[in-house]
T-cell receptor, first 114, second 112 residues
Framework: KAGVTQTPRYLIKTRGQQVTLSCSPI?????VSWYQQTPGQGLQFLFE???????NKGNFPGRFSGRQFSNSRSEMNVSTLELGDSALYLC?????????????FGPGTRLTVL | DAKTTQPNSMESNEEEPVHLPCNHS???????IHWYRQLPSQGPEYVIH???SNVNNRMASLAIAEDRKSSTLILHRATLRDAAVYYC?????????????FGKGTKLSVKP
């Protein structure tokens, strides 16, 4: 079974631009969560989507948004990029219909903001 | 959110057992204990999880204290590939399933 895929793997943008990252979950998984990883803050939860609805949201500004499509694929968008948005963005998928669920992470998208 | 406390780093020799501790004194009755690890330049990967009883799988064992205020991840024979940051995480039940709260984790070094 194919794992979680994220595109692109690397991205360089300049301040003020916007960016869209894509995540394809494992087949059959209906939940997609997004995380930001930086050396200073570690891994932080951004948001989770399940059946095209945002279920949970972390403590990030409104510049960070996401959506999920009917095939469970998800995108996250960051508008008006700041230098501090440089990070590894990880997505994770799971079934989310069990009492407790394992999340499967993708390799991440490395975003550099200049 | 319930918090966990882990040592910043640990060292092990190859082919020896490793015991990675985690304290979680504020754990709630419905919190599962999850362990994930992150190898260099990769996304985190699931290792093991448990609620009250000790658990074993092909990767590791999880020993949970009787009062559930602490747990230990056991790698029976460390290999160089086990060098990673190990995260002990509480939750993953009900509404918090999609939201893992990662701490700093323990960076495990394995010496040949």
């Amino acid at each position: 079974k194919a794992g979680v895929t994220q595109t692109p793997r690397y991205l360089i943008k300049t301040r003020g631009q916007q960016v869209t990252l894509s995540c394809s979950p494992i087949s059959g998984h209906r939940s997609v969560s997004w995380y930001q990883q930086t050396p200073g803050q570690g891994l932080q939860f951004l948001f989770e989507y399940f059946s095209e609805t945002q279920r949970n949201k972390g403590n990030f500004p409104g510049r960070f948004s996401g959506r999920q499509f009917s095939n469970s694929r998800s995108e996250m968008n960051v508008s008006t990029l700041e230098l501090g948005d440089s990070a590894l963005y990880l997505c994770a998928s799971s079934f989310r219909d069990r009492e407790t669920d394992t999340q499967y992470f993708g390799p991440g998208t490395r975003l550099t903001v200049l | 959110d319930a918090k966990t406390t882990q040592p910043n780093s640990m060292e092990s020799n190859e082919e020896e057992p490793v015991h990675l501790p985690c304290n979680h004194s504020t754990i709630s009755g419905t919190d599962y204990i999850h362990w994930y690890r992150q190898l260099p330049s990769q996304g985190p990967e699931y290792v093991i999880h448990g609620l009250t009883s000790n658990v074993n799988n092909r990767m590791a064992s999880l020993a949970i204290a009787e009062d559930r205020k602490s747990s230990t991840l056991i790698l029976h024979r460390a290999t160089l590939r086990d060098a990673a940051v190990y995260y002990c995480i509480l939750g993953g039940y009900g509404g918090s399933q999609g939201n893992l709260i990662f701490g700093k984790g323990t960076k495990l070094s394995v010496k040949p």
